[in-house]
Every structure is written in structure tokens, then in C-alpha cells.
């Protein structure tokens, strides 16, 4: 199926990062960007590069969400990228740091869909891609709250793609997209963080490849898109299996740890 190639796209978390990486490849083709996000520097910054329109947006902020998609009128995607990370364990996770974390990562979702839908269900065509993680297909010890958050996004997306179906809105495409570690700002500082193992348990991926990935569901919408699809094929059948992982979990981290010092000696702490 081809997806749409005129229209207006929002970009949730499209200053940096990942969200960059979509937002251009979105004006690419032909689309008009909005770029939302909570810095609006960023956000100015990469729509001057894209040649988009820059928005300052809380994804927390419901009320704000449904603002902007009332301010448009032939919306065709909506993209949820904006997230947070914090580590360690849940017990080192302080209750602002825990309620931010689900405000931006699970409400954000949720409000930047919810704002979305009833135009695109109006029109009975249209996209929401969700930029979820493949810490939403197994737990991440050590980003444990982050990854319960994107448990909660990846839950959420599938059932909204599924409650489509049910009532037979084929038209509008609901898609969660569970990238590998990225090399992205949100990793930068992290080189040296021991409790940030699991972005380094598997491949550290590029923002455009993931981003390729992102837009190529527009073409080609899923409910769930890993990337790379054989890690995610991995950590699912893993993630059936607590024990297992339980037993064998020093050495994931220890590999991983390894690997991340690695990435830090190279890329000295930064892209
Ligand atoms: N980097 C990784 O290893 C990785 C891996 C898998 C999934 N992801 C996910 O990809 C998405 C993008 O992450 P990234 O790596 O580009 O991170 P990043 O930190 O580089 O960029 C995130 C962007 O989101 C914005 N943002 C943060 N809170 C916001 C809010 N409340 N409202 C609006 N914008 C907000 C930030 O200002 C920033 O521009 C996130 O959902 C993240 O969880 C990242």
C-alpha cells in the first residue's frame, strides 16, 4: 500500500535525536512537518533544517495535544517519538522521576493519539506510529521504570490498533515500533552509566536507519515493527522465559558492559 505523500505529519520529541531523523525523512516525502517539542530550540532548529513548522509541546499535556491537531486540517500521521530515560533500579528511581517518566512516555503517547484519531477516523485514513522500544518486548533491568513505560506504550498501541480493526476502521493504521539501542542524545551521557547495560545488550543502531524504518510504515503499516526484527523475535521468547534470563544474566551483563565501554573509549562520550 502507498502511504501519503501529501498532508501534514507531527513529530512528537522532533528537536533531537531519533525525532530529527523522522521529521526530515517525513518532509522528504513531500509531507508538511510540524516539529513538537518541549525544547523549543531543538525544535526551531530542525524545522529550519526540514524547512517544517516548530512547535513548543508538552506530550504530557493533553489539552496542548489536541490544541495543535485542531489547528490543522489534513492531518495524515502523527508520530509519538518524544520519551525520557532514567536509570538504575526502580527503588533508586525517585517518585518525580517515576511519575514523569509515565506522564511523558505512557501519557504522551496516549494524549498525542487520542488527539489524533478522531480527525483521522473522520477521514477513515491515516497514520499513528508509535516509537516505543524493544524494552517494550522485554524488561530492562536497570532502566526498570522506562522499560515498564514502554511496556505500557507497546499494550496500549497494539489494543487502539486492534479496537480499530474490531470495529472495521481499516483506514487508519496504528503502528508501534520497538527500535534496538539508538545512538541518539539520550544515550550520550550514558557510556559511563553501568546501569544503563541494556541499550548496549544488542546493537547500538543509527537514528536514520531506525528512522527509514519508522517512515517505511507509512507505506506498510504493523502493529509491531522491531528493529533489528531478529532482536525482537529474540527478546520475545526470551521475555517467556524469566528464569532462564534470570540464570544467564551475569553474563548479559557483563558482555553488554563491556561492549558499552567499548562504545565510550570510541566515540568519546558523544555522536
Ligand atoms: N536512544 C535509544 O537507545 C532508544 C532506543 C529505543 C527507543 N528509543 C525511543 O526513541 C524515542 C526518541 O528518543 P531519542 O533517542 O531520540 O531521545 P533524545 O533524548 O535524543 O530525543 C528525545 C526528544 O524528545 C523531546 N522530549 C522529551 N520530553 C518531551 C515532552 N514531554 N514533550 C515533547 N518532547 C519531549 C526532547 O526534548 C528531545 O528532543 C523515545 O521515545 C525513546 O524512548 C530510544
Known sequence: MAGPRAGTAVVTGGGNGLGAAIARRLAERGLAVVVADVDEAAATRTAARIGGRAVRLDVADAAACRA???????????????????????WAT????????VDV???GVMNGTLAALPQLRARGAGHVVNVVSLAGLHPAPGETVYGATKHAALGFSVATHLDLLARGERGVHVSALCPDGIWTPMLFERTADPD??????GVMLDPDRVAAAAVDLLDRPRPLRAVPRWRGAMLRAAATTPRLVGRVLPTMIRVARSRQRTWGRRHGGRS
Do not use: C, F, K
Open 196 to 201: 544503563a547495560w541494556p541499550s548496549w545488550s
Open 94 to 101: 525517585g517518585d518525580e522521576q517515576r511519575r514523569r517518566l
Open 68 to 90: 495543535l491537531v485542531a489547528e490543522l486540517d489534513d492531518l495524515v500521521a502523527w508520530v509519538n517519538n518524544a520519551g525520557i530515560l532514567h536509570t538504575g533500579p526502580a
Open 105 to 107: 512516555n505512557v501519557h
